[in-house]
């Protein structure tokens, strides 16, 4: 078979690996000629400019999550009706063990390294894949228990047959339009993940997001409903424990008791329950979890003050939870829009003040009832120290991504976190 592969970063090298393993002619893609070059000799591939005469000859394409669907390459592809399949389809048909999907316009990364956390601690042979980092593909050839898989929606984009055991779908809000085109087409590519679902298979959403709760009916699954504000039928918090099913895990023994990340736990618990995860894994894991760098990750506190880096809050929807966990803040948020309304964050009653930076830093501004204009971050922490009071949180929650000012999220929360350390002194 002949097989090109879209984009030579993680989820192509991966694929390109599994395929030549296989014995399959590929071709590679990515119109960056620094990853091509890395790929080593004895292989076809190509870079710069798209040529549609690449898919001559190919049976299959498969993309990286970074292309688009409107892009040249996928669009040709599919105006050739030729088969096109994400490196999660492609890993999922070749993989005996049950696994989880997770997607959620915010907190996979949390959910899925929970669940399997817990599934670990449980004595079950299991990883974390996908989105996450370490490619699906590669998980291929190894003996599982259980896979607990971070689907995003351009992966979802372009399955066939991917059947999750569970599936967790957590929320659904407007992001990455830019990719899809429109929100519905986002939602519908989100709702995927549990189209080959059936009743002896579980979907879980959190009953307080509107966009879940909207997205998972008429599904074919068991669904059961989780909140990180009551003990709903799937769990939640309720006299002084997190419920996950039966299994109570005390409020105390956990690193936060933030409503999205008690939603999380839960979630990911009930998915670790149903591949095999035991009431004793599930509380000792969730007891030890902590979320990843730049969620609401706290910097330090000065004078009453309070600085936080949320610079993973790369759409309004995570920045809107963030702001809503602190009473009364400082808001340092822009950066590229990804198509998205920015004003609710600037709205939001929490929020005294707005430090505005970036290219959506003028949108912001113009929708805050007391704002400030920065020309970066360096000027953004000056102004948030000036404007801050005791009881304050001073919170990087952009709302936007970073690529107008940094490589990354964590490049950007990182220099905000050092610049914070700098000027308090620690």
């Known amino acids: 078979m002949r097989v090109l592969v879209l984009g030579a970063a993680v989820s192509g090298r991966a694929a390109l690996r599994l395929l030549e393993a296989e014995g399959h002619d590929v071709v590679v893609y990515d119109a960056d000629p620094e990853r091509v070059a890395g790929l080593g000799g004895g292989r076809t591939a190509a870079a710069g400019a798209w040529d549609p005469a690449l898919l001559d000859g190919v ?67 299991a990883a974390a894949v996908g989105n996450i980092g370490a490619a699906m593909c590669d998980a291929v050839g190894e003996h599982w ?70 997205a998972v009916a008429g599904a074919a699954s068991t669904v059961v ?57 599930i509380a000792g894991a969730a007891a030890s979890f902590a979320t990843g760098r730049h969620r609401r990750e706290v910097v330090g506190a000065w004078e009453g003050v309070t600085w936080v880096d949320d610079s993973k809050a790369t759409n309004p929807h995570a920045a809107l939870a963030a702001v809503r966990a602190y009473p009364s803040v400082v808001l340092i948020a822009g950066g590229r829009n990804k198509g998205l309304d920015v004003a609710p964050i600037a709205r939001e009653p929490s929020v005294r003040h707005v430090i505005a930076i970036g290219e ?57 976190a050092a610049l914070v350390r700098e000027r308090k002194g620690s």
């Open 59 to 125: 049976d299959l394409v498969v993309p990286s999550p970074g292309i688009p669907e409107h892009a040249p390459p996928i669009r040709d592809a599919l105006a050739a009706g030729l088969r096109v399949v994400s490196e999660l389809e492609l890993a999922a048909s070749r993989i005996d063990a049950p696994f989880a999907a997770v997607t959620a316009t915010n907190g996979k990364t949390t959910v899925t390294q929970a669940a399997a956390d817990m599934l670990v601690a449980s004595g079950v042979r």
């Open 360 to 416: 959506e830093g003028p949108a912001i501004l113009a929708a805050a009832p007391e704002g400030t204009a920065a020309a970066g971050m360096e000027e953004a922490v000056e102004a948030a120290d000036h404007i801050a009071r005791p009881g304050d949180t001073v919170l990087l929650a952009p709302g936007c991504a970073s690529f107008d000012m940094y490589g990354s999220y964590g490049e950007r929360g990182d220099h905000f």
């Open 225 to 281: 409903p989780v909140s990180g504000r009551r003990r709903a039928a799937g769990g939640g918090p309720a006299d002084g424990a997190l419920w996950i099913g039966d299994v109570g895990v005390p409020l105390e023994a956990l690193s936060t008791t933030d409503p999205s990340f008690l939603a999380d736990l839960a979630a990911s618990g009930l998915a670790a329950l149903h591949l095999g995860a035991t009431p004793e894994g």
């Open 145 to 214: 228990d259980a896979l607990v898989v971070e689907a995003s929606s351009f992966q979802l984009r372009f399955i066939d047959a991917f059947h999750p055991r569970a599936a967790v779908l957590l929320n659904v809000a407007p992001d990455h339009l830019d990719w899809h085109g429109s929100f519905e087409a986002y939602r519908d590519a989100k709702a995927r993940i549990f189209e080959n679902q059936g009743p002896g298979d579980l979907l879980v959403f959190d009953e307080d997001d509107a966009g879940a709760s909207a």
